[in-house]
């Protein structure tokens, strides 16, 4: 069962994760992977809230997976149009990922994978910052592991 938590509790479980775990540093622009759902929209919600209290600059990046026809397209222009509302840089990127899938031998969710990492990895290095969040459901050990990589906590 999950927990469920109300806007106060979720803030300040965040706020603790992050203090304790010293995930944002002052001056970063952040890159926040987001999707368009319901995952990458709370935690662009939550770091819009908190970006002030560390002193960091939010970058949204969205990548369009050229999977889901009309409903990617519908998903990358919501993240574009709320980003614009709230005043975030917002960067989209399309990827041929069944091209990249078969080219490189990949399973289509592997290929999406990599696609999107590289993408952001870019990204926040164009922008000359040094951390991307994603959100992902804690029992996506692979994303995990590799978001610890990527930021060189092993």
């Known amino acids: 069962m999950h ?4 806007m106060n509790s979720l803030l ?3 706020i603790a994760t992050l ?4 995930l944002l540093l002052a001056g970063d622009t952040v890159v926040l992977g987001v999707s368009g759902g319901p995952d990458s929209l709370c935690m662009l919600h939550v770091l819009r809230r908190l970006a ?4 960091v600059t939010l970058h949204v990046g969205h990548l369009h997976h050229g999977l889901r026809g009309q409903e990617a397209d519908d998903d990358a222009r919501f993240v574009q149009e709320l980003c614009a509302s709230w ?3 917002c960067t989209v990127e399309h990827a041929d990922v069944p091209a990249l899938a078969q080219a490189q031998g990949l399973a289509i969710e592997e290929a999406a994978r990599r696609a999107r990492y590289a993408f952001l ?8 910052g040094e951390t991307v969040a994603v959100a992902h ?3 996506d050990q692979v994303e995990t592991v590799l978001m610890h ?3 060189g906590s092993g």
């Open 87 to 89: 005043s975030i840089p």
């Open 3 to 6: 927990k469920r938590y109300d």
């Open 12 to 14: 300040e479980q965040v």
């Open 137 to 139: 459901s804690a029992d």
């Open 19 to 22: 203090d304790d775990y010293q």
């Open 149 to 151: 990589l990527l930021r």
């Open 52 to 55: 002030g209290r560390y002193g």
């Open 121 to 128: 990895g870019a990204l926040v290095r164009s922008l000359g």
